[in-house]
């Protein structure tokens, strides 16, 4: 028999019973803010990378980045942010999951 991991319970509203999540007051993030007008941001978990934030846009992903071991959500963003930036300027994409 194969073993699965268990799904965290959830609340009875439908909510993940989880701490309460780091606040991120303050976080200034004008790339991601401007491409979100045309392109769309994507976080979460892809087998078998793990946890990654993606920027793409129709006909690009300009940045394709896993989180680091120990990194918090808001420097996963303010990467995300820079790898936007360094994209648009020097049309050079960032790919941290396909990586060789």
Do not use: W
């Not at 993606?54 to 394709?64: G, K, N, P, W």
């Amino acid at each position: 028999m194969e073993r699965r991991q268990r799904t965290p319970a959830r609340s009875a509203k439908g909510r993940l019973n989880a701490p309460e999540p780091a606040r991120i007051e303050g976080l200034h993030l004008p790339h991601i803010e401007a491409f979100l007008e045309e392109g769309e941001i994507t976080l979460g978990v892809m087998s078998p990378a793990g946890c990654v934030a993606i920027a793409a846009d129709s006909s690009d992903a300009l940045a394709m980045l896993k989180r680091r071991s120990g990194e918090s959500l808001s420097d996963l963003l303010l990467r995300l942010d820079a790898a936007i930036a360094y994209a648009l300027d020097e049309g050079d994409f960032i790919d941290e999951i396909n990586a060789p």
